[in-house]
T-cell receptor, first 112, second 112 residues
Framework: SQQGEEDPQALSIQEGENATMNCSYK?????LQWYRQNSGRGLVHLIL?????REKHSGRLRVTLDTSKKSSSLLITASRAADTASYFC????????????FGKGTRLSVIA | GAGVSQSPSNKVTEKGKDVELRCDPI?????LYWYRQSLGQGLEFLIY????????KSGLPSDRFSAERTGGSVSTLTIQRTQQEDSAVYLC??????????FGNGTRLTVT
């Protein structure tokens, strides 16, 4: 089954720096989503990018999608301590939109 | 309710006992998903519902696992004869049509 794999597994940066996380997937998709998970909580949807889009912005988040390389990146600019969380990419397992399959995530630590 | 509600939030059970985990999705959400997350790992898809039917049960790890959804709303995940390897956080999510998933905070299951 197709699955996103995030890279790096863990990332530690200073507050104010940018954080970049990458995701690779295996087969054709019609969209890719990024989610955030704070410790002990459920996942929260951040952004969805469709296969015909190359870049998308939401506040301090920027997501890119390269379907030829089957990869996506999530950039968080001017990071804050509150951005400390795990970040997951998710892709539809099948040709439809469900179910979503998730990678193992990137654990981001932002040090104040 | 405002979000997806899961109960109990924590459950400790003895090996061999049965457990029931409950999920109350967001009102009006037609799709409901169950995932399992082991410590420090990504999400493992278990099952999803469209309305009351479960088109895909392929993620259930064994026949000890079952789930049902009644009235297009509440869902129950049942694990019979629990084993220590069942210890994990069980996450429920709901969505409307193909919209992004809304997650509950999960049930942390510990089998002793």
């Amino acid at each position: 089954s197709q699955q996103g794999e995030e890279d790096p597994q863990a990332l530690s940066i200073q507050e104010g720096e940018n954080a970049t996380m990458n995701c690779s997937y295996k087969t054709s998709i019609n969209n890719l989503q990024w989610y955030r998970q704070n410790s002990g909580r459920g996942l929260v949807h951040l952004i969805l990018i469709r296969s015909n889009e190359r870049e998308k912005h939401s506040g301090r988040l920027r997501v890119t999608l390269d379907t030829s390389k089957k990869s996506s990146s999530l950039l968080i600019t001017a990071s804050r301590a509150a951005d400390t969380a795990s970040y997951f990419c998710a892709t539809p397992r099948d040709s439809g939109n469900t179910p979503l399959v998730f990678g193992k995530g990137t654990r981001l630590s932002v040090i104040a | 309710g405002a979000g997806v509600s899961q109960s109990p939030s924590n459950k400790v059970t003895e090996k061999g006992k049965d457990v029931e985990l409950r999920c109350d999705p967001i009102s009006g959400h037609t799709a409901l998903y169950w995932y399992r997350q082991s410590l420090g790992q990504g999400l493992e898809f278990l099952i999803y519902f469209q309305g009351n039917s479960a088109p895909d049960k392929s993620g259930l790890p064994s026949d000890r696992f079952s789930a049902e959804r009644t009235g297009g709303s509440v869902s129950t995940l049942t694990i019979q004869r629990t084993q220590q390897e069942d210890s994990a956080v069980y996450l429920c999510a709901s969505s409307y049509s193909n919209s992004p998933l809304h997650f509950g905070n999960g049930t942390r299951l510990t089998v002793t």
